[in-house]
């Protein structure tokens, strides 16, 4: 896979990131059987949009007492939904790298998603891809609520609403972060 990683140590990033969790909480979806994230999540999805938004010279996140409607920024006049998985090693061949809420991503004003992955073991933020909106139903599988889910590990997942399951390898790739800048109209 040849993707952009983004190391980093200890920084301001990760402060940032930090502050912003803890100042408020980012997941205030509505719903049955909706999640949220946990801290950890919400702070490793904040880290990643920090990041993101950093290199690409947007705006960084700010505090929000509601739902940001999944536009975590704008590139080219088109609204952008960051999606991070946090994982404990590189993505490699088979992962499904994300799962969209199929409610969220039909009701989203979002006009593209990028696709992430953190590895908290390499404190790296690794680009794995990204796809217009329109494109999610054609690049993915849809799993129904119930359904149980077996990772790697062997730890069964039980599915709590319909999700998209998005095969990375289907995604348009990234090679650098100025790709988005480039690719992204």
């Known amino acids: 896979m040849n993707n952009t990683a983004f190391n980093h140590k200890k ?61 975590d920024f704008i590139i080219n006049n088109k609204k952008v939904d960051l999606k991070t998985m946090i994982r404990t090693s590189d993505v490699d061949t088979g992962y499904m ?8 991503t039909i009701n989203s004003s979002t006009d593209y998603y990028v696709f992430a992955s953190f590895n908290i073991s390499k404190n790296a933020l690794e680009l794995v891809g990204f796809c217009k909106k329109e494109e999610v139903a054609a690049i993915s599988t849809e799993v129904k609520a119930g359904t149980i889910r077996k990772n790697r590990a062997g730890k069964e997942i ?13 995604l348009h790739q990234i090679n650098s972060f100025d790709d988005l800048n480039r690719l992204i109209q």
């Open 97 to 104: 790298i994300g799962n969209l809420m199929k409610s969220q």
């Open 11 to 71: 920084d301001w990033a990760e402060c940032y990131a930090y502050d912003l969790v803890s100042s408020c909480n980012f997941g205030k979806r509505k719903g049955p059987h909706v999640k949220n994230g946990t801290l950890k999540e919400q702070y490793y999805g904040m880290l990643a949009q920090t990041i993101m938004c950093w290199k690409l010279g947007c705006e960084l996140p700010s505090p929000s007492d509601g739902s940001d409607g999944g536009v």
């Open 158 to 170: 039980i599915i709590g609403q319909d999700i998209y399951e998005v095969d990375y390898r289907k």
